[in-house]
């Protein structure tokens, strides 16, 4: 384990979900704060850590921040499973084992971390995560609840007990169609925009024990930090702070960071840059569903075919497992002949460096929550295809409030392949994607804005530094 090299520093541990899009905030989390005077202990699982060095080659990789001259030290522990289990196909066994044999873990190490010297005194967990307050408790730590979706949806899941008391969640008559307008801070929802969880009428899945137990727990957060801008969610992010101490200090993304950027990907990166090199400019869509989402061999078979149809150039990420069985027998006969070079279809890429590069004008995404902070800040709209979760919520912000991109499905259900070749062209070239270009353009300027010297969220991170550095003293 490496030494800890400054005693007077202050000592936190950060344990992040073992999904990427938990992950890649975490890591920027960790970074910012060591940057502000925290030793941060950064800690994997096992299996994060296999996935990333196999996805490095196994090249030497065992202190994934050594490079940033911080003082980070990284661990890995066991979620319980062993290597070879399938945690993406087996998920809700996953789940149960992250409720039920996970906390053990994080116990183990915490309290061989809090006999170092200097001893943590803060606790940096996921607020999906069902341990972080009891541990945080039981061994004297502040808590602090680390948010990684947009505050509307945080809101949302702390107004549980509102929904349902409208029949809007977990209710025997789940017919309630009404317009969700009596959460504060939320101007109006329609029901079919509620996260998937809070949709489903099976309430007895682990998941919604773990929400129920995860989000009782955020209530008594000593501190929620949020990967979200203020000026993004200025109605949501108003209510939150009258209810607890809460800082908004997203985006959180390499692109700002000074030091050199660590990566822990889950799976190897194909390098794009060569195709999208001799491609015109604002000519490619790129399309991705994220690290964590399933898709079915229906809907990315008439993906596929609106791909072919429309015509464009593409790069599409078709990662390991997005269905259950090999992505090659999913995509439909002859596709990749068909296509030629006109498209590149991938198992993983570099999202970032792949948006930001000036031939890609359209990202057709599962609207996770990263992927459209992501598009945002290179200012590249998006074609909307929400699969689970928060994704669901955060297609109507794009769409409905801030108009920065447009649906692949009206009605959730995706419709035939000429459709998508249709909703395709749209949001590549004529009227409406001139519009969604310019609104984005404002929006994109709220993040900018945000991350500059006054910004707020450069603000709010320098208010939870100095005030979480008060409560440890
Ligand atoms: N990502 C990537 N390469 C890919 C696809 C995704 O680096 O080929 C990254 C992306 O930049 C983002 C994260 O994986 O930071 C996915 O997070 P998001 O919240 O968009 O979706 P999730 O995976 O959580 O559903």
Known sequence: MEKIQNPKKPHIIIIPPPFQGHINPSIQLTLNLASKGFIVTFINTHSTHHHITKANNYKQYDDVF?????????????????????RSLHREQFMVGRVHVFPAHVEEIVRELVDLEPRPTCLVADTFSTWGYDVARKYGLVFVSFWTQPALVLTLYLHLDLLKKNGHYDSKDNSNKDTIDYIPGVTSLKPRDLMSFLQETDTSKIMHWIIHKAFTD????????????????????????????????????????????????????????????????????YASFGSYAHSNKQDIETIANGLLLSGLSFIWVLRPGIVNSDVTEVLPNGFRENVGNRGLVVPWCKQNAVLSHSVVGGFLTHCGWNSILESIWVGVPLLCFPLV?????????????????????????????????????????????????????????????????????????????????????
């Open 218 to 285: 955020a209530k008594k957060a000593d501190f929620i930090i949020c990967n979200t801008v203020e000026e993004l969610e200025p109605g949501p992010i108003s209510v939150l702070k009258e209810m607890q101490p809460i800082y908004a200090i997203g985006p959180l993304f390499p692109s700002h960071f000074t030091n050199p950027a660590v990566e822990m990907n889950l799976w190897s990166e194909s390098d794009c840059s060569r195709w999208l090199n001799n491609k015109p400019q604002g000519s490619v869509l």
């Open 66 to 86: 050594a490079g940033s001259g911080l003082d980070i030290s990284y661990r890995t522990i066991s979620d319980g499973f062993p290597l070879s289990f399938d």
């Open 389 to 473: 979760g928060d994704q669901i919520t955060n297609r109507k912000m794009v769409v409905e409030d801030w108009k920065i991109g447009i649906n692949l499905c009206d009605d959730g259900k995706l419709g035939s392949s000429n459709e998508v070749a249709q909703r395709i062209k749209l949001l590549m070239s004529g009227k409406t994607c001139y519009e969604l270009r310019k609104n984005i353009e404002q929006v994109r300027k709220k993040l900018e804005n945000a991350l500059s010297g006054n910004g707020s969220s450069q603000m709010n991170f320098d208010k939870f530094v100095t005030d979480v550095k008060a409560k440890i003293d």
